[in-house]
């Protein structure tokens, strides 16, 4: 094997390290599963509610109603991965191992993920009801939750880089909230119709949902239509906030 493969099988190694490490303290608390099982109950039962009404066996609107819950319910998960470790000064005996930021910031983020895969984990209810009374369309439900869970992952690397930054969960959450809802609602039409009546004769609106909202990848999965760009979009956007986030703890000396 090559240095440089060994390296990397090496680093990879650290970062699963750590990720198991935060996974495990964050299900050991009594925050984390507390949160996590309340924004499950949450979700479902705003979908069961509307599902009994109307009752209509697809998840259109669970899944139309991911991107603004995501934007605050996400923060709440990884507002403390970095800013705590600043507050107590642990970050400085995690950073005294033979560990880079590029490593920690995988690994924590690698945790943050897991937490999210199990809240959508508990989700599943909602498809096994659908399949229990009718015939979902599965093709549709799949890219749906393939559709949150990519929107879900860049919102967590913003939440990692808002951590990364500052050491007051607080202010970590309100870092990663507030932009995150503003770049959820320039998708919105709404939104992207004022914004182009603005400015008359451009399409100011328009333009920054393309160019930095998730919302309109997103809704590519909505429809069903799992396409390169919009995947690309969504990956893009969460590679350049775990990257900016590890540029943060260089500089700061980590």
């Not at 004022?194 to 429809?223: H, I, K, M, N, Y």
């Amino acid at each position: 094997m090559s240095p440089n493969k060994l390296g990397l099988a090496q680093s990879l190694k650290l970062s699963r390290l750590i990720a198991k490490r935060d996974l495990s303290a964050a299900l050991d608390s009594s925050i984390a599963p507390v949160v996590l099982v309340a924004s499950v109950l949450l979700v479902n039962t705003a979908f069961m509610n509307g599902f009994f009404l109307e009752g209509r066996v697809e998840m259109a609107s669970f899944f139309s109603a991911m991107p603004l819950f995501l934007a605050v319910f996400l923060p709440a998960l990884s507002m403390r991965l970095f800013a705590e470790e600043h507050k107590t000064r642990t970050i400085e005996v995690l950073f005294a191992l033979p560990i880079t930021a590029r490593e920690a910031v995988l690994g924590k983020y690698l945790a943050a993920l897991g937490l999210f895969a199990l809240f959508l984990a508990g989700t599943f209810a909602i498809p096994a009801l659908l399949l229990s009374v009718g015939s979902p369309d599965l093709g549709a439900i799949f890219a749906g939750y393939l559709g949150v869970f990519l929107l879900g992952a860049e919102l967590l690397a913003l939440g990692v880089l808002a951590s990364a930054i500052t050491t007051d969960q607080i202010v970590a959450f309100i870092i990663a909230a507030v932009p995150g809802a503003a770049l959820v609602l320039l998708g919105d039409f709404r939104v992207k119709r004022v914004l182009d009546g603005l400015t008359e004769g451009q399409s100011l609106g328009s333009d920054l949902a393309a160019l930095v909202s998730p919302t309109p990848a997103f809704e590519e999965f909505l429809r069903g239509v799992v396409g390169l760009p919009a995947l690309l979009h969504l990956l893009a956007f969460t590679v350049f906030f775990l990257w900016t986030a590890t540029r943060c703890l260089d500089r700061k000396g980590t």
